[in-house]
């Protein structure tokens, strides 16, 4: 009898092992790809200027305005029309220097990108793993909540829940979070079933494992691979979208070196009159930060499915 | 074909969902803060009378009976009259005003983004691997990473106030009036809403040509992403129709030339594309909302931006609850569509 079990659990060693080896095929296969090894170096460099952002700048100074004095709105110091040189990236209608908030919105950017991402996350893996183990009830509560969720355009669905919370920065984080949690649940539930429907789940809970043991222990590292696609994706989209509302006026506060305040300030204040300085750095930033993000999404999917790359003759 | 059974399963699964999207959207006014009646009067009516127009809303009654009331009328598309905005309208009538703005450069953002974003993708799958594939994929992943909020502006700097080529913001020349009805054989007939269609139904051909060039860079805005969106799913459908068995067996058959084979699966390689274009066009609606911030459209976005700082609740009510109606028969359309298309959907 004691041997049988120990047979078993040999075969459920191999298979954890299995996986291990595959997801280190996975790796391989990841950084083999050009495109994705260019996200990966754009999002390690703008993790960089964000920490030395965040080191070397004071944020309280970089809000204060300047507003009359001579600095307002002066063009980036090498197309030689500035007077003052060290403003590489010109300076905004307040007088202050769009080149160190540029620097510094990539630290708010990534801040509050990360819980956002980080959030969401979890709870939708912990609701989607939950709702594929557990009865019908339980799957059609978790899964028909997050039907009317995904039935709004995201945009719109975040807007609504700043108008249930107000704005601010850490607002906007848990009205994305909510925004973005249904598609991780979806995912998870996905790739929780498929695992659930192997023989080896049974043998485990016939062996006695509790439920927690089968999430956490075999359920749980199955659905990391798709997770952590949709995680790099949505990272991209978060930072977006994290930026859309300060764009609309809901998130940054006044004065935030936030990408998007800036961005709304450069349209509002110098769109029409060719300062182009104030909206072209920070919208420049945002999107190479979301291509880095989007470029290593798109590898790690390719890894994973290697079909795609299978060439047609 | 699609059977009626399916289109019958899928609008009697509509029901509880659009049920849930109710239930949220008449949250939405109890869990924000601030007393509606409060908000209508202003901060220093006083309080007696901010008593009687509680009162005169209902909001004293049960919340179940509130409940109940809001579903009665959420269901016959009722949502009172806004608060602020547009004080005193009702919000069915502000939606229908704005409503047309909104899908106006929505359509015509998906027009171009399916224009340029089928042939791109086709182009980049026929030709896999190569500097043009590489070339199309990093553009369209670019045009997926710049947000509207950005490009918009870089197209206004460029075609508006460097070259004055396109004008930057609203969607009529400010000297052009439009009647408010047309005519047709003596009838009068309302207006559709849509500059671009009203123009030419009032026969004021100067002024569809101020609708057509103010629409243009919101519209190229909107397309590039869908254009983006488009051509990536475009290429990796006609990749993966590429390696199915009839295509197999067409390429066995004597189809020589890669070109061939592929025209043989673009009808195949078409049907995910069609689901995407339909997911995203609720994307686009939300793309609108940050379209007309940049243009100065005054459309449902902008409007629903207002309400919100307003908190003028009804209209943020109604418009979501409308996005979410619209955004829901959208991909029932698109469900139903596949299905025709693909009948093994319906298992």
């Given at each position: 009898m004691s041997t049988d079990t120990a047979t078993d659990a040999t075969s459920l060693e191999d298979r954890t092992a299995l996986d291990r080896l595959r997801s280190s095929q996975f790796l391989s296969d990841l950084l083999s790809n050009r495109l994705a090894l260019i996200g990966l170096t754009i999002i390690v460099g703008m993790i960089l200027i964000a920490i030395y952002a965040r080191l070397a700048y004071d944020l309280g100074a970089l809000r204060s305005s300047q507003l009359g004095t001579v600095a307002d709105r002066l063009p980036p110091g090498w197309t030689g029309a500035g007077a003052v040189d060290q403003h590489i990236f010109g300076t905004d209608?307040?007088?202050?220097d769009i080149y160190k908030r540029t620097l510094y919105g990539a630290w708010i950017a990534m801040k509050y990108g990360t819980v956002t991402v980080a959030a969401s996350t979890f709870i939708g893996v912990a609701l989607g793993i939950i709702a594929a183990y557990y009865s019908d009830l339980t799957d059609n509560v978790i899964m028909r909540t997050m039907d009317v969720l995904l039935s709004f355009p995201s945009l719109l669905l975040a807007l609504a829940l700043v108008a249930i919370f107000g704005s601010g920065l850490w607002k906007v984080v848990i009205a994305l979070t909510l925004v973005y949690t249904p598609r991780f649940a979806r995912v998870v539930r996905g790739a929780a079933l498929k695992v659930l429907e192997d023989e080896y789940i049974e043998a485990t809970e016939a062996l006695g494992a509790n439920d927690l043991r089968v999430l956490a222990k075999h359920v749980f590292p199955n659905t990391l691979a798709p997770v952590t696609v949709q995680s790099t994706l949505n990272y991209g989209l978060a930072i977006i979208d994290f930026a859309a509302l300060s764009f609309l006026g809901f998130g940054a506060g006044p004065g935030m070196p936030s990408w998007g305040l800036m961005l709304d300030n450069g349209v509002s204040n110098g769109l029409l009159t060719g300062k182009w300085w104030m909206s072209v750095f920070p919208g420049l930033f945002l999107a190479i930060l979301v291509l880095g993000f989007n470029l290593l999404g798109d590898g790690m999917r390719d890894a994973l499915d290697p079909r795609m790359r299978e060439t047609v003759d | 074909m699609a059977s009626k059974r399916f289109i019958l399963k899928r609008l009697l699964l509509l029901v509880p969902v659009l049920f849930g999207v109710a239930t949220f959207v008449f949250v939405i006014l109890h869990l924000a803060s601030g007393d509606p009646a409060r908000v209508i009067l202003g901060?220093?009516?006083?309080q007696s009378q901010v008593v009687q127009l509680r009162q005169e809303l209902g909001l004293n009654d049960p919340l179940y009976v509130q409940y109940g009331r809001f579903l009665v009328d959420a269901v016959q598309f009722d949502f009172g009259q806004?608060?602020?905005?547009?004080?005193?309208?009702t919000v069915r009538s502000v939606l229908a005003d704005k409503i047309p703005v909104t899908l106006e450069l929505a359509l015509y953002g998906q027009v171009i983004g399916i224009l340029l974003g089928i042939p791109l993708g086709v182009i980049s799958a026929v030709k896999q691997d190569t500097l043009t594939d590489h070339v199309g994929r990093v553009g369209a992943l670019s045009g997926i990473s710049i947000p509207i909020y950005w490009s918009g502006p870089m197209l206004i700097l460029l075609f508006?106030?460097?070259?004055?080529?396109?004008?930057?913001?609203?969607?009529?020349?400010?000297t052009i009036f439009l009647d408010n009805s047309w005519q047709l054989f003596g009838m009068q007939l309302p207006l559709t809403g849509m500059v671009t269609i009203d123009t030419l139904l009032l026969g004021q051909f100067d002024a569809w040509v101020s609708a057509v060039t103010h629409l243009f860079l919101p519209a190229v805005t909107i397309g590039i992403y869908s254009m983006a969106l488009i051509s990536r799913m475009m290429r990796s459908s006609m990749l993966e129709v590429v390696r199915q068995d009839y295509m197999r067996t067409a390429r066995a058959k004597g189809q020589g030339s890669k070109i061939t084979v592929m025209k043989h699966g673009f009808r195949n390689a078409l049907i995910p594309v069609i689901t995407v274009i339909g997911i995203q066009f609720g994307g686009l609606l939300g793309g609108a909302v940050l379209t007309e911030t940049v243009f100065g459209i005054g459309g449902i976005g902008t409007m629903l931006v207002s309400a919100i700082n307003a908190n003028d609740y009804p209209l943020v009510q109604g418009t979501v609850l409308t996005f979410a109606l619209l955004f829901t028969l959208v991909n029932l359309v698109v469900d139903i569509t596949y299905s025709y298309l693909d009948p093994r959907i319906q298992q």
């Open positions: 209608a307040s007088g202050r | 901060q220093r009516a006083p806004s608060y602020q905005i547009a004080q005193g309208d508006s106030t460097t070259l004055s080529i396109f004008p930057a913001s609203g969607r009529l020349g400010s």
